[in-house]
């Protein structure tokens, strides 16, 4: 068993310090040999009178977002997965600050030695020589193109994204290879490279998911506090829907008894939006990410918690999750059928069922500098 140690200078230590960010906690990764337990020993919250606040004037700063260089050597990662519709993608960062407290890949960042909690969405690792390393793996004698998706890890218009343009310069490469690619994001941020999406959707080669868990602006900030808000995102279908983009709707997760009801009004104002298609994936609790949601639940949402948890076990077979291929994306039994039938007849009632086929065809690499020399 692990050896419990109070860590004074955890971030959690005084939760005001989490103010903004979606996990409520920071417990030790799943490979480490120490589990940090916060408790207050009294000293640094004095008691106080009745009504005042304790500590307010001596109160931590709010965590900041620290990044740190990724030094990988490749960008493209395969998978072998049955049930998913790609076998590569591109991840411009680990760790990802819109700070969804569903987020399946939270339990990634256990391998780096941190936390799934609040490391996950404050300690990212950005890799700022993405577009140099694909156009490398692009270039291999080998290669053969299929569709490329990103986003389906972290997202690649997380807030860094404005600064840093790693996913701007991955489509410039995409698009000079005419390489295709599906993008998913919660981001408003994406319409800032309606001019790359567009010259490559005029081609075949690319399209856009949105992400649109609930209408409900105050539930979005408790789940992802920093993505964009309900409406940002669907201007940005609308946006990009008029520029020619085959765009998307992705109702996902859904949480039973959370934003479940709000299947319908989600597709239906998406579709009005101009989204062609829509998919829906159940929540999926694995590893870390079972306990931090029922902590998110217990502190957001006491009231409904027991019953939330209890309708997904419904769903996964009496667990808090089932990795079985297919089953995990939507669950068994009555609920999950449900849940089911009423995507099928929503999205049948809004046209949503438009799938958009991306070139491979059209694949090319282009020329280097002193390639020209060949012809002489």
Same mark, same amino acid.
């Given at each position: +068993?692990?050896?419990?140690?109070?860590?004074?200078?955890?971030?959690?230590?005084?939760?005001?310090? =989490?103010?903004?960010?979606?996990?409520?906690?920071?417990?030790?990764?799943r490979?480490?040999?120490?589990l940090?337990?916060v408790?207050?020993?009294?000293?640094?919250h004095?008691?106080?009178?009745?009504?005042?606040?304790?500590a307010?004037?001596?109160?931590?700063?709010?965590v900041?977002t620290?990044?740190?260089?990724?030094?990988?050597?490749? @960008?493209?990662?395969?998978?072998?997965?049955?049930?998913?519709?790609?076998? &590569?993608s591109?991840?411009?960062?680990?760790?990802?600050?819109?700070?969804?407290? #569903?987020?399946?890949? &939270?339990?990634?960042?256990?391998?780096?030695? +941190?936390?799934?909690?609040?490391?996950?969405?404050?300690?990212?690792?950005? /890799?700022p020589?993405?577009?140099?390393?694909l156009?490398?793996?692009?270039?291999?004698?080998?290669y053969?193109?299929?569709?490329?998706?990103?986003?389906?890890?972290?997202?690649?218009?997380?807030?860094?994204?404005?600064?840093?343009k790693?996913?701007?310069?991955? =489509?410039e490469?995409?698009?000079?290879?005419?390489?295709?690619?599906?993008?998913?994001?919660k981001s408003?941020?994406?319409?800032?490279?309606?001019d @790359?999406l567009?010259e490559?959707? $005029?081609?075949?080669? $690319?399209?856009?998911?949105? !992400?649109?868990t *609930?209408?409900?602006?105050?539930?979005?900030?408790?789940?992802?506090?920093?993505? !964009? *808000?309900?409406p940002?995102r669907?201007?940005?279908i609308?946006?990009l !829907?008029?520029?020619?983009?085959?765009?998307?709707?992705?109702?996902?997760?859904?949480?039973p008894?959370?934003?479940?009801?709000?299947?319908? !009004?989600?597709l239906a104002?998406? /579709?009005?939006?101009?989204? &062609?298609s829509?998919? #829906?994936? =159940? =929540?999926?609790?694995?590893?870390?990410?079972?306990?931090?949601f029922?902590?998110?639940?217990?502190?957001?949402?006491?009231?409904?918690?027991?019953?939330?948890?209890?309708? @997904?076990?419904? +769903?996964?077979?009496? /667990?808090?999750?089932?990795?079985?291929w297919?089953?995990?994306?939507?669950g068994?039994?009555p609920?999950?059928? +449900?849940?089911?039938?009423?995507?099928?007849?929503?999205?049948?009632?809004?046209g949503l069922?438009?799938?958009?086929?991306?070139?491979?065809?059209?694949?090319?690499?282009?020329?280097?500098?002193?390639?020209?020399? &060949?012809?002489?």
């Amino acid at each position: +068993m692990a050896k419990r140690t109070v860590d004074p200078g955890d971030i959690t230590a005084d939760p005001r310090r =989490l103010r903004g960010r979606g996990a409520v906690s920071n417990a030790a990764g799943r490979y480490e040999r120490f589990l940090r337990v916060v408790v207050d020993d009294g000293w640094e919250h004095p008691t106080t009178p009745a009504g005042n606040d304790p500590a307010d004037d001596d109160a931590l700063p709010p965590v900041k977002t620290e990044i740190t260089v990724d030094a990988t050597r490749t @960008i493209i990662t395969r998978n072998k997965s049955p049930d998913i519709s790609f076998d &590569r993608s591109i991840n411009p960062y680990r760790g990802c600050e819109h700070g969804c407290i #569903y987020c399946f890949a &939270r339990p990634t960042h256990a391998y780096l030695g +941190m936390s799934p909690g609040a490391d996950f969405e404050s300690r990212l690792f950005v /890799k700022p020589n993405a577009a140099e390393l694909l156009a490398k793996e692009l270039s291999a004698p080998g290669y053969t193109p299929r569709t490329i998706a990103i986003g389906t890890n972290t997202d690649p218009y997380q807030p860094i994204e404005r600064q840093m343009k790693i996913m701007r310069s991955v =489509l410039e490469v995409l698009r000079d290879f005419r390489h295709p690619v599906g993008i998913v994001t919660k981001s408003a941020l994406v319409t800032r490279d309606i001019d @790359i999406l567009a010259e490559m959707a $005029a081609m075949g080669l $690319a399209r856009v998911a949105l !992400s649109v868990t *609930t209408l409900d602006r105050k539930l979005a900030r408790q789940m992802e506090p920093r993505a !964009s *808000t309900p409406p940002k995102r669907l201007e940005a279908i609308r946006a990009l !829907s008029q520029a020619g983009i085959p765009t998307s709707v992705m109702f996902a997760p859904i949480i039973p008894a959370l934003n479940d009801g709000e299947m319908e !009004s989600v597709l239906a104002a998406a /579709k009005d939006a101009g989204a &062609r298609s829509a998919g #829906y994936v =159940l =929540l999926r609790l694995p590893l870390e990410i079972k306990d931090l949601f029922r902590e998110w639940l217990e502190t957001n949402r006491p009231d409904a918690a027991k019953h939330v948890i209890s309708l @997904i076990r419904q +769903m996964r077979g009496g /667990k808090d999750y089932d990795a079985e291929w297919t089953q995990r994306q939507r669950g068994t039994g009555p609920y999950a059928l +449900m849940l089911a039938h009423r995507f099928r007849m929503a999205t049948r009632r809004y046209g949503l069922h438009q799938h958009t086929e991306l070139r491979t065809d059209l694949f090319q690499r282009p020329p280097k500098a002193g390639d020209q020399l &060949r012809l002489f």
